[in-house]
């Protein structure tokens, strides 16, 4: 959401530019500037929109249930994202 939100201009301050930063293409995700500082610190500031924390939610929980199946790994999958999965290692 951070990457896509620089990238489009948007205001990390403005929960609408953040929430509209929501819907990024599948394919930001491999990119490597993901990783960087300057992304980690601008996601911090995008997190604390309600609006982006609901998105996500609702994107990974989607991403979770899809045919055939996911794994995923990070902190509250399997309390918060899904809850009632099949399996969990």
């Known amino acids: 959401v951070a990457l896509a939100l620089r990238r489009a201009g948007g205001d990390p301050e403005s929960e609408a530019d953040a929430q509209a930063a ?3 293409p ?3 995700l491999a990119d490597p500037e ?3 500082e ?9 997190s604390a929109h309600g609006a982006v924390r609901a998105a996500l939610l609702a994107r990974q929980r ?8 996911a794994v995923l790994d990070g902190r509250d999958i399997g309390t918060v994202i899904v809850p009632h999965a099949d399996a969990k290692l």
């Open 62 to 69: 989607a991403f979770a249930h899809q045919p055939g199946g």
């Open 34 to 36: 993901l990783r960087s």
């Open 26 to 28: 599948d394919s930001l």
């Open 38 to 46: 300057d992304a980690g610190a601008l996601a911090s500031r995008v």
């Open 22 to 24: 929501t819907s990024f």
